[in-house]
């Protein structure tokens, strides 16, 4: 892109911005899969090391008639393990569960605190979550409560709670230094500003998504998957992408 004085200005520089170091924070084991793992992935292979905190471990993610209350557990461990696998596939290092129940998710003060220890002891650079304003998305899919909690929770969490050293001060007596997380990359909003090119990663996403077996069953993802990468890219003309509202909590400082 040539900008009026003649130089050539990147058109998509913003895009370019690979964390040193990442949290992919999410309610239950998959949904980093079905929305930021072509960025994760990406960044991953860019040399960013990255954990998953995963709130719940999906324990009442099965319809099936014949499974009832004493499956969860079983069922939580299953999914945990499938979280770990889709995980190797990205390259994010490590995962942790914090076993909340699943379906019954509250952005509670306690969940903003646990995400507020563990962004202090993690000390990331970038968050990434999903919208904790999205309701509905389109007309087929109303959002999931605890996709929007775990968005909420862990947003106060970035800001204030984790870089606000008097709130909760029992962190930082336990150790818990205040720290300032640079950008919360916020996946689904209705106004995305950011957009990240994953042509490169489509393929490894749909990998790592396929190894969250237990709830595919027998359907293949790959077409849709395809088809919300196009739809995120068409607006800025990229074949596959993840777009993004981005909140830079902290603006990059020049080097010396
Ligand atoms: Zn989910």
């Given at each position: 892109?040539?900008?009026?004085?003649?130089?050539?200005?990147?058109?998509?520089?913003?895009?370019?911005?690979?964390p040193k170091c990442?949290l992919?924070?999410?309610?239950?084991?998959?949904?980093?899969?079905?929305?930021?793992?072509?960025?994760?992935?990406?960044?991953?292979?860019?040399?960013?090391?990255?954990?998953?905190?995963?709130?719940?471990?999906?324990?009442?993610?099965?319809?099936?008639?014949?499974?009832?209350?004493?499956?969860?557990?079983?069922?939580?461990?299953?999914?945990?393990?499938?979280?770990?696998?889709?995980?190797?596939?990205?390259?994010?290092?490590?995962?942790?569960?914090?076993?909340?129940?699943?379906?019954?998710?509250?952005?509670?003060?306690?969940?903003?605190?646990?995400?507020t220890?563990?962004i202090r002891q993690q000390r990331p650079e970038a968050v990434?979550?999903?919208?904790?304003?999205?309701?509905?998305?389109?007309?087929?899919?109303?959002?999931?409560?605890?996709?929007?909690?775990?968005?909420?929770?862990?947003l106060?969490a970035v800001f204030p709670s984790a870089e606000t050293r008097?709130i909760?001060?029992?962190?930082?007596?336990?150790?818990y230094e205040p720290h300032k997380v640079k950008r919360v990359?916020?996946?689904?909003?209705?106004?995305?500003?950011?957009?990240?090119?994953?042509?490169?990663?489509?393929?490894?996403?749909?990998?790592?998504?396929?190894?969250?077996?237990?709830?595919?069953?027998?359907?293949?993802?790959?077409?849709?998957?395809?088809?919300?990468?196009?739809?995120?890219?068409?607006?800025?003309?990229?074949?596959?992408?993840?777009?993004?509202?981005?909140m830079v909590n902290q603006e990059e400082q020049?080097?010396?």
């Amino acid at each position: 892109m040539t900008s009026l004085s003649g130089k050539i200005t990147p058109m998509t520089s913003e895009n370019e911005y690979i964390p040193k170091c990442a949290l992919s924070i999410h309610a239950h084991p998959d949904d980093q899969e079905f929305t930021v793992a072509g960025t994760l992935a990406k960044w991953a292979r860019a040399g960013c090391e990255i954990i998953s905190v995963i709130i719940t471990s999906g324990d009442a993610g099965s319809n099936d008639p014949k499974h009832g209350a004493d499956y969860k557990p079983t069922l939580a461990r299953i999914r945990e393990q499938e979280q770990r696998s889709a995980n190797a596939v990205l390259g994010v290092k490590e995962a942790v569960f914090l076993g909340y129940p699943d379906g019954e998710l509250e952005p509670t003060l306690a969940l903003r605190k646990e995400l507020t220890r563990i962004i202090r002891q993690q000390r990331p650079e970038a968050v990434v979550i999903g919208d904790p304003q999205g309701v509905f998305y389109g007309n087929g899919y109303i959002n999931h409560p605890d996709h929007r909690a775990a968005a909420q929770a862990a947003l106060y969490a970035v800001f204030p709670s984790a870089e606000t050293r008097l709130i909760f001060t029992d962190l930082l007596l336990a150790g818990y230094e205040p720290h300032k997380v640079k950008r919360v990359y916020v996946h689904g909003s209705e106004k995305p500003d950011t957009w990240v090119d994953i042509a490169g990663t489509i393929d490894v996403k749909l990998e790592a998504l396929r190894k969250h077996a237990s709830q595919l069953g027998e359907w293949d993802p790959e077409k849709m998957v395809r088809e919300w990468a196009e739809e995120e890219g068409r607006e800025k003309g990229i074949q596959y992408a993840e777009a993004y509202k981005v909140m830079v909590n902290q603006e990059e400082q020049p080097e010396n």
